[in-house]
């Protein structure tokens, strides 16, 4: 079982470069969700959808944008990344939005010179 | 949004010793998870436990959401426990997470 898959998983980019963070889950689940984690700190939900063809704005929404290309692929966008954009993404998907358990991926981590 | 803390922030044990972790929220919540971050940087669910208890081998959770707190105990630690445990609360669609507890167990 591949549960959920995130690509890739390091990417170094040069401020204002941009780039996609591509998610995938085998579970059939409708909900998915983005995350960052910062040293030290929990994570921070970026964006969701809680089912196909449709997001929300997270906590920590600005700089990013997402695509929820069909039920299983769920994408995050970095359109000119800045320093501050340096974490690790956690992509995460459950059955039904705001029940059940979330299930994660095993993170991307970006760093932004 | 929700308040959540998680105490303590770090621990070290010796293997073999139990332990309790705490996660404290400050509003009401219809959803209540427990994670395990293992030193590789992988989140393992441990439990999904909104309310009541259960147990999965050492460990079991406990939360009283009238309170507004879940405990999550862990017995015959193993230094294979060690890593960072994350409470995760919900409201309505707005996951909060602790800052964790880092856990140590020594041999």
């Known amino acids: 079982n591949a549960g959920v898959t995130q690509t890739p998983k390091f990417q170094v980019l040069k401020t204002g470069q941009s780039m996609t963070l591509q998610c995938a889950q085998d579970m059939n689940h409708n909900s998915m969700y983005w995350y960052r984690q910062d040293p030290g700190m929990g994570l921070r939900l970026i964006y969701y959808?809680?089912?196909?063809?449709?997001?929300d704005k997270g906590e920590v929404p600005n700089g990013y944008n997402v695509s929820r290309l069909n039920k299983r692929e769920f994408s995050l966008r970095l359109e000119s990344a800045a320093p501050s954009q340096t974490s690790v993404y956690f992509c995460?998907?459950?059955?039904?939005?705001?029940?059940?358990?979330?299930?994660f991926g095993e993170g991307s981590r970006l760093t932004v010179l | 949004g929700i308040q959540v803390e998680q105490s303590p922030p770090d621990l070290i044990l010796q293997e073999g010793a139990n332990s309790t972790l705490r996660c404290n929220f400050s509003d009401s919540v219809n959803n209540l998870q427990w994670f395990h971050q293992n030193p590789w940087g992988q989140l393992i669910n441990l439990f999904y436990i909104p309310s009541g208890t259960k147990q999965n081998g050492r460990l079991s959770a406990t939360t009283v959401a009238t309170e507004r707190y879940s405990l999550l105990y862990m017995s015959s630690s193993q230094t294979t426990d060690s890593g960072v445990y994350f409470c995760a609360v919900e409201l309505h669609n707005d996951m909060r997470f602790g800052a964790g507890t880092r856990l140590t167990v020594k041999p």
């Open positions: 995460a998907s459950r059955g039904q939005v705001s029940t059940g358990e979330l299930f």
């Open positions: 959808s809680a089912s196909e063809g449709t997001t």
